[in-house]
């Protein structure tokens, strides 16, 4: 069954790059992304799993952690880390799964075999501290995702989860923020005395609280 919104992250204990892994252990109290890339030693997957170790920083400020995974075996991911550094100038540095039995990639769906049937596709899931999931995005194999976008989300979900606001098309941390749908004027009122600018009635924009 597809892995919803809200489900709990399924857990799972495998072999990675930097030892065996309990996934919910593993965790802690952190944010999550766990990601897919369809094979090691293939040219779109190189220039993700480098973009993703140099936004390393940006991950940690954000109490995130990153694990990729495949359906190639742990000593692969080794030998390909080499290129990985000599090419994208950047050493990995979070852990990728060894999959090759597809335990976890049958778990989370990672694999569509109208796409392939041996390879998975560019899956990401952000799981929260809850362990439940708040976003699943699926790319086709012939695209390389953008992680900033996966950053901007993760800064919309942490905010969303703290305030009772949402934020709009093409948000970016910083920007003002739109009051969510289900709150009152007068809870409005008390959650945020600083006021708001009504542009109609179920739209009320304010800044970004808690800055
Ligand atoms: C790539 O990373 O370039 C790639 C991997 C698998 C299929 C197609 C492209």
Redo the contacts with the bound molecule.
Sequence with gaps: MTLQLGDLAPDFTAETTQGSIAFHAWLGDSWGVLFS???DF?????TELGTVAKLKGDFDRRNVKVIGLSVDPVDSHVRWEEDIAETQGQAVNFPMIGDPDRKVADLYGMIHPNASDT?TVRSVFVVGPDKKIKLSITYP??TGRNFDEILRVIDSLQLTSKFSVATPANWKDGDDVIIGAAVTDEEAKAKFPGGWTTVKPYLRVLPQPGR
């Design positions: 890339h369809p094979k293939t040219p779109v997957c190189t390879m194999a012939s």
